[in-house]
Nanobody, 119 residues
Framework: QVQLAESGGGLVQAGGSLRLSCAAS????????MGWYRQPPGKQREWVAV???????NYADSVKGRFTISRDNAKNTVYLQMNSLKPEDTAVYYC?????????????WGQGTQVTVSS
C-alpha cells in the first residue's frame, strides 16, 4: 500500500532552519506531483509548495524565498528546506502525493510532522 512518511520536524528558534523529508513507497514516485501542506493550530490545512514530475515548483506567497522544495527520484523522497523560520510557520506539516490525472489523479497523505518555531 501507499505510505508517505514525514520526518525532520521539531522545535527551532525564530530565524532558524529545518529540513523536512518525506519518504514514499507504494507509488511510482517519479511521475507523481509531490507537495507539502501545513495546518497551524486552530486553523485549516493550507498548501505550502509543490514540485511536479517535471521538477517545476510553486510556493505559497507566505513561504516564497524562505522555503525550497526538492525531490530525489532515486530515493523516492521529497524535501522541504525551511530557512528564516517564523513563529507563524508553526504547524503540522503534511506530505502530499498526486498521481497523474490520466492514471486516476489519486491523492495520498502522510501522517504529518510537527514544526514549532519559538519567538
Amino acid at each position: 500500500q501507499v505510505q508517505l512518511a514525514e520526518s525532520g520536524g521539531g522545535l527551532v528558534q525564530a530565524g532558524g532552519s529545518l529540513r523536512l523529508s518525506c519518504a514514499a513507497s507504494g507509488i511510482t514516485f517519479s511521475i507523481n506531483d509531490m507537495g507539502w501542506y501545513r495546518q497551524p493550530p486552530g486553523k485549516q490545512r493550507e498548501w505550502v509548495a509543490v514540485i511536479r514530475s517535471g521538477d517545476s515548483t510553486n510556493y505559497a506567497d507566505s513561504v516564497k524565498g524562505r522555503f525550497t522544495i526538492s525531490r530525489d527520484n532515486a530515493k523516492n523522497t521529497v524535501y522541504l528546506q525551511m530557512n528564516s523560520l517564523k513563529p507563524e510557520d508553526t504547524a503540522v506539516y503534511y506530505c502530499n502525493s498526486v498521481t497523474p490525472y490520466r492514471l486516476g489523479g489519486y491523492e495520498y497523505w502522510g501522517q504529518g510532522t510537527q514544526v514549532t518555531v519559538s519567538s
